[in-house]
């Protein structure tokens, strides 16, 4: 499994298990809905939005580390895997994939990841 | 070398410095690479309070500790071995993330007491109210007696 992209801000940790390969990646502070993740030609692409609030918009900032915008970043997982053989959490600001090793022959086509 | 560092480079120039709002802001302007994108925090001067956010993301509330001590907060992190619902079977293929132990210091003021700040955990994001406190007036010096 490779990975592309930068190494900060969406650090990932892959750990591999008998059956599958775990990807937890950092997304701290999003909504649910703004995260999404996909397979395009044999990469998992997790892209996920975060806008800065209307209500900061007028305040002064002392500090700003944190950055506002679009994330993405892709994982090579192969062609045999399709979305319905992932399944996705997202939980204390980490979004977590389950990656099986072997696909489930199913039909392949393009659909969204369900995050649950 | 994971470990956010806890103060400024200017650390004892803050210190000594003049107003409560240099301090604070001086405070603020650790460079992002020595913190080594770990706790990452936002402050806004919001009018009457500043709104601190920080990112600490796979930690739950559980986890985390905030204390307030000769005008510095601070805020430390760190999985309690309790709340495993995490799996940690397999072996790592790639890691990046940091799931140890992590800390950090603002200077808020020594004004500030537990009550006033007000705290929120979410989505892996702390959210903390600290309200701005005048510094009392004229602090009234304090001379050693010579004998």
Redesign the interface.
């Known amino acids: 499994?490779k990975?592309t992209g930068k190494?900060?801000?969406m650090?990932?940790?892959?750990?591999?298990?008998d059956d599958r390969?775990?990807l937890?990646i950092?997304?701290?502070?999003?909504d649910k809905e703004n995260i999404k993740a996909y397979i395009q030609n044999g990469y998992l692409i997790v892209s996920a939005l975060r806008e800065r609030g209307k209500e900061?918009e007028n305040?002064?900032?002392?500090?700003?580390?944190?950055?506002y915008g679009n994330y993405q970043r892709s994982f090579y997982i192969g062609t045999d895997i399709s979305e319905e053989d992932l399944k996705a959490t997202?939980r204390?600001?980490?979004l977590k994939i389950q990656i099986p090793k072997k696909a489930k022959k199913t039909e392949q086509h393009q659909g969204k990841i369900q995050i649950a | 070398m994971l470990a956010p560092s806890i103060f400024g480079r200017n650390f004892v120039d803050d210190f000594f410095g003049n107003s409560f709002d240099d301090m604070?802001?001086e405070m603020?302007?650790t460079p992002?690479n020595e913190?080594m994108?770990l706790m990452?925090?936002?402050?806004?001067?919001?009018?009457d309070y500043?709104?601190l956010?920080m990112?600490?993301?796979?930690?739950?509330k559980e986890d985390l500790k905030a204390d307030l001590k000769d005008g510095y907060l601070t805020i430390s992190a760190e999985h309690k071995e309790e709340n495993d619902e995490k799996?940690?079977?397999?072996?790592?293929?790639?890691?990046?993330?940091?799931t140890g132990y992590c800390q950090r210091s603002f200077y808020v003021g020594e004004n500030i007491t537990q009550n006033d700040i007000k705290a929120g955990f979410?989505?892996?994001?702390l959210k903390m109210a600290i309200p701005k406190k005048e510094a009392k007036a004229v602090e009234e010096k304090k001379y050693i007696a010579i004998e």
């Open positions: 499994m990975a190494r900060y801000p650090k990932s940790d892959i750990r591999e298990r390969f775990v937890e950092d997304l701290p502070g999003f900061k305040h002064k900032w002392i500090r700003q580390e944190r950055y997202y204390f600001g980490v | 604070f802001q603020f302007r992002q913190t994108g990452s925090t936002d402050v806004q001067d919001m009018g500043y709104q956010e990112e600490l993301p796979g930690y739950q799996d940690e079977k397999g072996k790592f293929v790639r890691q990046e993330r940091y979410e989505n892996g994001v």
